[in-house]
């Protein structure tokens, strides 16, 4: 047996808001973060919104020699970390260092200071490249500017697997407290490439929903008119504790970390297997990994993107793991109000996941209009949900066939 492990603070910046009082607020009155795109000129791109993080002031939570030196995907991580880490009460020093770490995920890193650097190399030559470019930009900066502010000595990893990577940094978290190699890890991930490459990128891939006149009305996970996903940006951040150190400080627990899947789907580049196998594996292996049967759990945040394949490859995979429970879970992807945070799709989800939990209140699937045939679960439409939920499970599936899934539970001593 290993060591239990619990959530005691939260922490996150999205496009509903920053702080997880408003993030609460906004997801179970079932708004949209999602509007024109205003960072760039995206006019002549086929997609042109997307979930930006509107309401964010870098300086709050940075002073202004370090928001000049890192890209804005560090910012948000850091601002969710100082969040989560006043949120838990957890104090690091000289006896505890080495047994708190870091590990968080990102899909892409700094692509904002990447672009802006190779516009400045083209048009005034190398030699007015920053000395902070690299270490501004590379994914690892946001555990590692994290781990410096704190002072957290323990393991400090940095995850890249695409859509799951905040998904699997927790997984991997809860496994480091759980094996008892540390006593508590902060942990999430960071995503900030609303940027004219990415977005291109994106489009050139036709993954991305062009509702451009209807931007509120544009993620619709499950839904049969659904015709890609919008692209956002944030960071979520969790402060992960072994159970006894925890409730020895008295700290507030949120919920108890108690499974973790992960697997491959070896299939395609960017397609999830039609049948789902990964995610059957992944939620299976996370479902095991937690000691419970599949009618234990109560809901899960989907991974929903709102495109074709991917929601209805997730519900049949729903739909193999859990039989007949399948048609009584609550089922609901966040996604329809904050866009697709991509590499931090996993942090923030996981968040409001805990916080289903802590509140026990499902939040809702929104722009659920027209039921899709192949999407015929409960997706908890438009409306959140009061409800007890015993345990729950967040799903995060990525490029590559890369998956992974989390089950939390209600914390009982």
Same mark, same amino acid.
């Given at each position: 047996m290993g060591r239990r492990v619990v959530v005691t603070g939260l922490g996150m910046v999205t496009p509903l808001g920053t702080g997880i009082e408003k993030n609460w607020e906004m997801v179970c009155a079932g708004k949209s973060g999602i509007g024109p795109i205003?960072?760039?000129? !995206?006019?002549?791109? =086929?997609? #042109? %919104? /997307?979930? @930006?993080?509107?309401?964010?002031?870098?300086?709050?939570?940075?002073?202004?020699?370090?928001?000049?030196?890192?890209?804005?995907?560090?910012?948000?991580?850091?601002?969710?970390?100082?969040?989560?880490?006043?949120?838990?009460?957890?104090?690091?020093?000289?006896?505890?260092?080495?047994?708190?770490?870091?590990?968080t995920g990102s899909g892409l890193g700094g692509l904002a200071m990447l672009e802006h650097y190779h516009k400045i190399l083209l048009e005034k030559g190398p030699r007015r490249i920053s000395p902070f470019f690299i270490p501004g930009m590379i !994914?690892?900066?946001? =555990?590692? #500017? %994290? /781990?410096? @502010?704190?002072?957290?000595?323990?393991?400090?990893?940095?995850?890249e697997t695409?859509?799951?990577?905040?998904?699997?940094?927790?997984?991997?978290?809860?496994?480091?407290?759980?094996?008892?190699?540390?006593?508590?890890?902060?942990?999430?991930?960071?995503?900030?490439?609303?940027?004219?490459?990415?977005?291109?990128?994106?489009?050139?891939?036709?993954?991305?929903?062009?509702?451009?006149?209807?931007?509120?009305?544009?993620?619709?996970?499950?839904?049969?008119?659904?015709d890609g996903f919008v692209m956002g940006e944030g960071a979520g951040i969790l402060i992960l504790e072994e159970m006894n150190q925890a409730l020895e400080r008295g700290a507030q627990i949120y919920a108890e970390v108690v499974g973790y899947g992960l697997s491959g789907d070896a299939y395609h580049v960017s397609a999830p297997e039609p049948e789902g196998e990964g995610a059957i594996s992944c939620m299976s292996m996370a479902i095991s990994d937690a000691g419970l049967q599949p009618e234990d759990i109560d809901y899960i945040n989907a991974h929903g993107t709102s495109t074709k394949l991917n929601d209805e490859s997730e519900n049949k995979a729903v739909k193999a793991v859990f039989g007949?429970?399948?048609?009584?879970?609550?089922?609901?992807?966040?996604?329809?109000m904050t866009g697709h945070l991509l590499?931090?799709?996993?942090?923030?989800?996981?968040?409001?996941?805990?916080?289903?939990?802590?509140?026990?209140?499902?939040?809702?699937?929104?722009?659920?209009?027209?039921?899709?045939?192949?999407?015929d679960l409960d997706y908890v439409p438009n409306k959140p949900r009061k409800t007890k939920v015993r345990a729950a499970m967040s799903n995060s599936f990525?490029?590559?066939?890369?998956?992974?899934?989390?089950?939390?539970?209600?914390f009982e001593p």
């Open positions: 205003t960072k760039f000129d !995206a006019s002549q791109f =086929p997609a #042109q %919104i /997307a979930g @930006e993080v509107l309401d964010f002031k870098s300086e709050d939570f940075m002073d202004k020699q370090q928001l000049r030196r890192f890209d804005i995907f560090v910012h948000y991580a850091v601002a969710s970390a100082r969040m989560a880490m006043e949120d838990s009460g957890l104090k690091i020093d000289s006896k505890n260092q080495n047994r708190v770490g870091c590990i !994914a690892n900066m946001a =555990p590692g #500017q %994290i /781990a410096i @502010e704190y002072g957290a000595k323990g393991p400090n990893i940095s995850i695409a859509c799951a990577a905040s998904c699997h940094a927790i997984g991997e978290s809860f496994r480091q407290i759980h094996a008892g190699t540390v006593d508590a890890m902060i942990t999430g991930g960071s995503e900030a490439v609303i940027t004219p490459l990415a977005l291109g990128g994106f489009c050139s891939m036709r993954a991305l929903s062009t509702r451009n006149d209807e931007p509120e009305r544009a993620s619709r996970p499950f839904d049969l008119d659904r007949e429970h399948a048609y009584k879970l609550a089922i609901s992807s966040t996604k329809s590499g931090g799709a996993g942090g923030i989800e996981a968040v409001y996941t805990v916080l289903t939990l802590h509140h026990g209140m499902v939040p809702p699937t929104i722009n659920y209009e027209t039921p899709d045939p192949l999407c990525g490029f590559g066939g890369t998956n992974a899934s989390l089950v939390f539970k209600a």
